[in-house]
């Protein structure tokens, strides 16, 4: 996914489509049916065996703006044709949604031909837009069964905007001609896009493009700069909303430099085979989306901050796929609703955090108690076979050093996406801190005590639960401890494989840059590990065996 | 060779050319040891002498290579470990109580492995008969006494279940020489019961003469004296004996 590194963008969660439910029920003072594991259990990788033609179509997207606001727009489109949907926004990567689709969990997502050319395939050369399509449509069919439905009608693609009145009065309208008259020109540019072959260095030599001054800006300043002056050329991405909020003009890339980035429908095997009345709701959309559509919804979306539902609506509406929308609410009220603290915000989603917050103890606790079940025995039984422990520990060890999102993509073939996966993870990093401590705690049980036990006429199992046991207790429930709060941090990554939990406003305010969002999970989320910690850290001093804590 | 009939007048504890190598090294090189009822025997030498080894062939700790133990007659090696450990005392060096157990489940634990109903009632009995009055000391935890203490909880230990052969393994090495003269009291009583049998390891030459009919002196895995006290001050025989016993104090 090219933008991960460089460009945080907008995200919205299902959080958004949540909000309104949970505040209306929390209104109606009505208990929260929460969407809650047991909901997520439909996100197993083999649906159960219903009837093709009524199973819902999993709709997935990635973690920005425009991707979730297409993925919103298939739901809707598939949902006005008759089909049942069940949508799964937001997936991590491109890694994750891509894995989902080849392993059936998912059975369509917005994908761009250039990300599947250059990230899927890991090819290195570009081509047509055209020919680029027919490259992955090929291979993507031969290799995986998976295919790309026809072009959306846009390109997503690096850009190169500047202001209006410089384009006017410069007289410029392609990159060439930009190229002649750079030298005056003071450009501010990503510093991803500085680096990279298919930015600014393979720029340079395609158009011979030289700077009278580049520096560097992030993403989320460069917008401003370029509007306000401080900078005359910036990089940007062909359908960003913010293009068309500051009035800025795309120089057309006229010797084809930039990979096209042309967005298109990317189905699975079994949808493409078995519903034809999705595919072919699917396939109205083909070619109706252009640029500058797509830089005004992405613009409603993110700048104007109006719900993705609506901006879907609207946009099918306008395309004259779906009935007008009913005009309840007129004018774009914001995510936010009015402006106010950081404080009223949160109470004002105090539904949602503490729904979120039960589902992110859910997770927590289940692969927790997983991990305690499995470990503390385990941990017991090496000190028996001391032989095995190395190669145990070892083993637990490799698990840890597995990157996280790594992990859930590995695991997408087998368990699908949602809590399954999630809590499959979570429980495997656990393992190695409880199985550690319980082992050496175990193990090193005052030596003198065991002997002596042992030298006594005490069995080795009497020895193991009647002395080292009871020693090892606390340093067990350190390792208890420690896995637990390592879990509460690691569980808001499950938020990208679509298990819900605190990470998701982390992850869509992260996108969004919206700070308030961000705190809304990421404060509960440090307040819940605070709070396991110190609660943990008290049941540690509890299980110390008397005569130890009266010594210390 | 002895029968079962002859159990009842076999020797406590006898070892015969007992083996135990560890690596190349030799712990013990054909030990030859007997400890007839009601006797309490030492073992001393400088570390690595084997004496250590040779306590632990008694209850099953060790395994020789060659030779053979035997508890009242029986050979250890035909023998459950646990069921002989448990009606063997067996006093540990720094005590080897169980820190998260009270004093008093400390020295009713060989009884309670026993089943014995009374156990705790023994556990009490022992500690009284150690010096340390139940009441006060049996609801403590063994980290809140003091090292000698702490020794005399472990001698009750081994002394609960009234066992025929008690070994003890270093009982005094960790504590000062006051609390040591004290201590030794106490073992020497705790020794002279009726039908008691004992093998002790220790370093300290006046402790085994104070608490052993006899003493053994080992070297390399080998046993090179064995006599009385008085025997040994007489004819040590040895030059190595000898400056042993200058050394320790008791030539």
Request: proline letters at 7%.
């Amino acid at each position: 996914m090219r933008r991960a590194a460089g460009a945080p963008r907008v995200v919205l969660t299902r959080l958004r489509r949540l909000l309104p439910v949970l505040l209306g029920a929390l209104l109606a003072g009505a208990p929260q049916p929460v969407r809650g594991l047991a909901a997520q259990e439909g996100a197993t990788p083999v649906p159960p065996a219903r009837d093709a033609r009524t199973r819902p179509v999993v709709v997935a997207s990635k973690p920005f703006a425009e991707s979730l606001l297409l993925g919103e727009v298939f739901a809707q489109l598939l949902e006005a044709r008759g089909v049942p949907v069940d949508r799964r926004p937001g997936l991590g990567a491109t890694e994750i949604a891509f894995r989902a689709l080849v392993a059936g969990a998912v059975d369509v997502y917005p994908e761009y031909t250039g990300t599947g050319l250059l990230v899927i395939l890991g090819e290195t050369e570009a081509g047509s837009a055209e020919s680029v399509y027919r490259r992955v449509s090929r291979l993507f069919r031969e290799r995986w069964g998976v295919r790309w439905l026809a072009p959306l009608g846009f390109q997503n693609t690096y850009a190169v905007a500047v202001r209006r009145a410089t384009a006017d009065s410069l007289g410029m309208a392609t990159l060439s001609g930009l190229a002649q008259r750079a030298p005056e020109l003071v450009a501010g540019l990503t510093p991803d896009f500085m680096g990279r072959a298919d930015g600014l260095v393979g720029l340079r030599e395609a158009y011979d493009l030289r700077f009278g001054e580049v520096r560097p800006l992030m993403q989320a300043v460069k917008y401003r700069a370029v509007a306000e002056g401080q900078v005359d050329v910036i990089d940007g991405y062909s359908t960003d909303g913010a293009l068309d909020r500051f009035d800025l003009v795309v120089l057309r890339d006229d010797r084809g430099f930039f990979p096209p980035y042309q967005a298109a429908p990317l189905v699975s095997r079994r949808l493409a085979e078995e519903r034809p009345r999705a595919l072919a709701a699917l396939g109205e959309l083909a070619g109706l989306l252009d640029e500058s559509t797509m830089r005004r919804a992405n613009r409603r979306l993110e700048v104007d901050a109006v719900p993705v539902e609506r901006v879907a609506r609207e946009l099918l509406s306008e395309l004259g796929l779906v009935a007008a929308p009913e005009t309840r609410d007129a004018g774009g009220a914001g995510r936010n609703g009015p402006e106010g603290g950081l404080g009223r915000y949160l109470w004002g989603r105090r539904g949602v955090i503490l729904a979120l917050t039960v589902e992110h103890l859910w997770l927590v606790g289940l692969s927790l108690g997983a991990a305690v079940l499995v470990a503390v025995p385990g941990g017991l039984a090496l000190v028996r076979h001391p032989r095995h422990a190395e190669r145990v520990m070892r083993g637990a060890g490799v698990l840890q050093t597995i990157p996280s999102i790594a992990l859930l993509a590995f695991m997408i073939p087998l368990l699908g996406i949602g809590a399954g996966p999630a809590v499959t993870a979570l429980f495997l990093y656990s393992l190695l801190p409880v199985l550690r401590n319980s082992y050496t705690g175990a193990l090193e049980a005052d030596p003198a005590a065991v002997r002596a036990g042992t030298a006594l006429g005490m069995t080795s199992r009497q020895v193991l639960w009647q002395i080292r046991l009871p020693l090892a207790a606390p340093v067990i429930m350190a390792g208890i401890r420690t896995a637990a709060v390592i879990n509460v941090g690691t569980a808001t990554l499950a938020a990208f494989i679509g298990a819900g939990g605190l990470g998701e406003p982390i992850v869509a305010g992260l996108a969004l840059s919206d700070t308030r969002q961000i705190l809304s999970g990421a404060l509960p989320a440090a307040l819940l590990a605070v709070l396991v910690d110190v609660a943990l850290g008290r049941l540690e001093r509890a299980v110390a065996p008397v005569g130890l804590r009266e010594a210390s | 060779m002895r029968g079962p009939l002859s159990f009842e007048t076999a020797p406590a504890l006898e070892g015969r050319g007992l083996v135990k190598k560890y690596h190349a090294h030799r712990a013990l090189d054909g030990v030859d040891v007997r400890v007839e009822r009601g006797e309490a025997v030492a073992l001393v030498g400088e570390s690595g002498s084997g004496k250590t080894t040779l306590l632990r062939t008694f209850n099953a700790l060790v395994r020789p290579d060659a030779g053979e133990a035997r508890v009242e007659g029986r050979p250890v090696a035909g023998e459950d470990p646990v069921a002989l450990r448990r009606r063997t005392g067996y006093v540990p060096q720094e005590g080897g109580l169980l820190p998260h157990w009270t004093v008093l489940r400390n020295a009713s634990l060989v009884p309670t492995l026993l089943g014995m109903p009374d156990a705790a009632e023994r556990g009490r009995a022992a500690l009284a008969r150690v010096g340390l009055d139940p009441d006060v000391f049996g609801p403590r935890h063994p980290l809140q006494l003091s090292g000698g203490q702490r020794q005399r909880v472990a001698l009750a230990r081994a002394l609960a279940a009234d066992p025929p052969v008690i070994l003890l393994d270093e009982p005094f090495g960790a504590l000062d020489a006051l609390t040591r003269g004290e201590l030794v009291e106490t073992f020497r009583e705790a020794l002279a019961a009726p039908g008691t049998s004992a093998l002790l390891v220790t370093h300290d030459l006046r402790v085994a003469f104070r608490l052993a009919q006899r003493v053994a002196v080992l070297k390399d895995g080998r046993i090179l004296r064995c006599d009385t006290p008085e025997a040994l001050r007489a004819r040590p025989g040895d030059a190595y004996v000898a400056a042993l016993l200058a050394r320790g104090g008791v030539a």
